[in-house]
């Protein structure tokens, strides 16, 4: 598996204990598909979350122990094994949409009070799920508020950016995450140098032309926007600029959609918080979530 620069994280190969919720307190369900820790007591709120590129149910928790945070919380937490998304095709939105309604009718989840999000390229299939949810009435599920950490929401400046790793040749990986980067774009929509209309008919954000079409029911929802924008880090680790990093596109959504009226959007950009669960260093890492303010921003 490539390290990827963008939009992936990179597992680890450090063991850790996997987290396990007390029974006393919350029952828990396991399934090849998702698995869902729910507390016995009230549930106030259910948090769904989407990995990166590669990553399995048992990565997320690997990174984001954020089991052991809500634990005795009254939040209930649904981990999907969904990866492998830099965006959703409409009949990937209508299938997923589904199967989570699925999810929630099974166990008797509320549906009025959840919170969908993601890191790396799960934070863009959270935008996107949580937009056509939104837009299509025919389901009853209702995201409150929605995240995303580190995500590569413009598909468009990740193909330019690839396009400048190659050109660089910094190191051999960095070279092949690029040409499969552009390989796969090129394959599903062509250049965006000569066609910029499907990049912004699938992707979160498109700042080139200032597109936030994929956002435009969440208008009323709770967004937040985590990054650690490290310059030194990624110039000395990857050779790339400012305008090779997600932080540069997120930061701009942010300013965008409060220029378009969005009401409740928080960019939270963090400092030496981004750290693997083995201990290296990477900005593009799950910790740099405060999960104890996540939770609070939740259940306010």
């Known amino acids: 598996m490539l390290p990827l620069l963008l939009l992936s994280c990179t597992k680890t190969t450090k063991k850790t204990e996997e987290e396990h919720p007390k029974p006393s307190s919350v029952s828990k369900v396991i399934t090849a598909d998702y ?36 634990e005795n919380s009254e939040v209930a937490v649904l981990l999907l094994n969904y990866n492998q998304k830099l965006w959703l095709t409409d009949v990937e939105k209508f299938e997923l949409a589904s199967h989570l309604q699925t999810i929630f009718e099974q166990h008797q989840l509320p549906s009025d009070n959840i919170v969908i999000g993601g890191f790396s390229s ?46 660089r040749k910094f190191s051999v990986p960095s070279v092949q995450e690029s040409q499969w980067i552009i390989q796969t774009l090129d394959s599903n929509f062509g250049s965006p140098h000569q066609n910029l209309e499907p990049y912004e008919k699938e992707a979160v954000f498109t700042s080139i032309s200032n597109n936030t079409s994929n956002l435009e029911h969440l208008k009323n929802t709770r967004l937040r926007f985590y990054t650690e924008p490290d310059t030194s880090w ?30 409740e959007v928080e960019y939270i950009a963090t400092s030496n918080k981004g750290y693997r669960s083995n201990g290296i260093r990477h900005p593009h890492s799950w910790s740099i979530v405060d999960k104890e303010d996540l939770l609070h921003w939740i259940l306010q």
């Open 122 to 167: 799960g934070g863009n299939v959270s935008v996107l799920i949580s937009n056509y949810i939104i837009e299509m009435k025919q389901f009853y599920l209702d995201p409150k508020a929605v995240f995303l950490i580190d995500s590569p929401i413009d598909l468009a400046a990740l193909y330019m950016a690839s396009e400048k790793n190659i050109a």
């Open 234 to 263: 990624w110039r000395k680790e990857r050779m790339a600029s400012y305008d090779q990093m997600n932080a540069c596109y997120i930061k701009r959504l942010s300013e965008r959609l409060k220029q378009e009226g969005f009401k």
């Open 35 to 70: 698995e869902l820790y729910r507390p016995k007591k009230s549930i106030e709120a259910v948090l769904i979350l989407f990995g990166g590129y590669p990553e399995s149910i048992s990565d997320i928790k690997q990174e984001f122990q954020i089991l052991n945070s809500t």
